[in-house]
Structures are given as structure tokens and as C-alpha cells.
Nanobody, 120 residues
């Protein structure tokens, strides 16, 4: 079992920034960030591999969000800049050993989620 604990969400104005953190009890192959807005399906945001730090982003956040990891702290971060109202959602971190995947169903381990609200 892998426990994941997110933090760092909140309310921010459009154009502002937030940094989310996800502390993991153990390292798996890939960590991902996903988000879910009310009435919508959970969607992929970004992934990173623990070993090489290889990253991959959804087109909607590319150039604005940065995923990173601190191996010494078993923690993954999501730096979110130039936030838009459409970024409003509950953000989840997730872990998998499956491989390079952006499908939520391939991630067996999930955090509790943290709310991000961007006001216009």
C-alpha cells in the first residue's frame, strides 16, 4: 500500500500561482496529478517518473504547470502559474507501477484531493 497526502490548495485570483505537494509513503514508478471539476470526469494533468524525473503534461496546462519531485522527501510537487478559472477543480495525486499511462483507472493509489479555486 502507498499512502498519498496532498496539500497546498486554496483560493487564488486568475493569473495567480499555487504549489501543490504530495507526500508519498513509498516511491512507485510514476506519480501523476489529476483533477476533477464538478460534473466532469477526472482528467489527467501531469506525470513524473521517480527515477529519471521524466515529465508529461496535458495540453491544457503545458507551459503553465510544472511537475517536479524531491526524492529525499518522497514528495511530488505541482507548481501552477497563470491560473485560469477553468483550472478550478479538486486536484488529486496518484501513484502507479503500471508504466507510462495517463488513464486514471491505471492508478491504484490516490490521495484525498485538495481544492483549487480560481476566481475571475
Amino acid at each position: 500500500q502507498v499512502q498519498l497526502v496532498e496539500s497546498g490548495g486554496g483560493l487564488v485570483q486568475a493569473g495567480g500561482s499555487l504549489r501543490l505537494s504530495c507526500a508519498a509513503s513509498a516511491r512507485t514508478y510514476i506519480m501523476g496529478w489529476f483533477r476533477q471539476a464538478p460534473g466532469k470526469e477526472r482528467e489527467f494533468v501531469a506525470t513524473i517518473t521517480w527515477s529519471r524525473g521524466s515529465t508529461y503534461y496535458a495540453d491544457s496546462v503545458k507551459g503553465r504547470f510544472t511537475i517536479s519531485r524531491d526524492i529525499s522527501k518522497n514528495t511530488v510537487y505541482l507548481q501552477m502559474n497563470s491560473l485560469k478559472p477553468e483550472d478550478t477543480a479538486v486536484y488529486y495525486c496518484a501513484a502507479t507501477t503500471v508504466g507510462a499511462t495517463i488513464r486514471p483507472r491505471d492508478y491504484p493509489y490516490w490521495g484525498q484531493g485538495t481544492q483549487v479555486t480560481v476566481s475571475s
